[in-house]
């Protein structure tokens, strides 16, 4: 799993995925174990916040994709364990799978991440593209950190 060249942009499926699953995650804190039938049901939550409403719009593309069988499964065991880490983090790791497995599945996903305002940009060898962090980045050889 690395990057994909999609038509003449690279796509980090790393950065890509660490983009989206704020807007994922929201969707399935939300909707629990109803998410495959109320994110392909056009008529629910039309008046949805602006993350749930991309988080949707993410899932809804990744369910209609090739690699639809195992997402949805991985979807189904997280959402059965609610607050387990380990099956959020399974999910999180389907979901990447089925971006590097994909070329035009990556692309979509970060054209809708791109027509909401969300820019992925990582460039050169040991660069970082990141949404959202909440600890330390590192990059580098032999590189260290302390706090």
């Not at 990744?62 to 065991?77: D, I, K, R, Y």
């Amino acid at each position: 799993m690395g990057r994909l060249v999609v038509g003449v942009v690279v796509v980090d499926v790393g950065a890509l995925v660490d983009a989206a699953w704020p807007y994922l995650a929201a969707v399935v804190r939300g909707y629990g174990s109803a998410l495959v039938q109320r994110v392909t049901d056009e008529s629910v939550d039309a008046s949805a916040g602006a993350t749930v409403s991309l988080g949707r719009r993410l899932w809804r593309r990744l369910f209609g994709s090739a690699e639809a069988p195992a997402v949805e499964a991985a979807v189904l065991e997280a959402t059965e364990h609610p607050g387990d880490a380990d099956y959020l983090a399974g999910l999180r790791l389907q979901v990447k799978k089925a971006l590097a497995a994909d070329e035009a599945l990556a692309g979509d996903l970060a054209g809708l991440l791109r027509s909401d305002g969300v820019t992925i940009v990582a460039a050169g060898e040991g660069s970082a593209a990141v949404h959202t962090n909440t600890g330390i980045i590192s990059t580098g050889d032999n590189a260290t950190n302390s706090l």
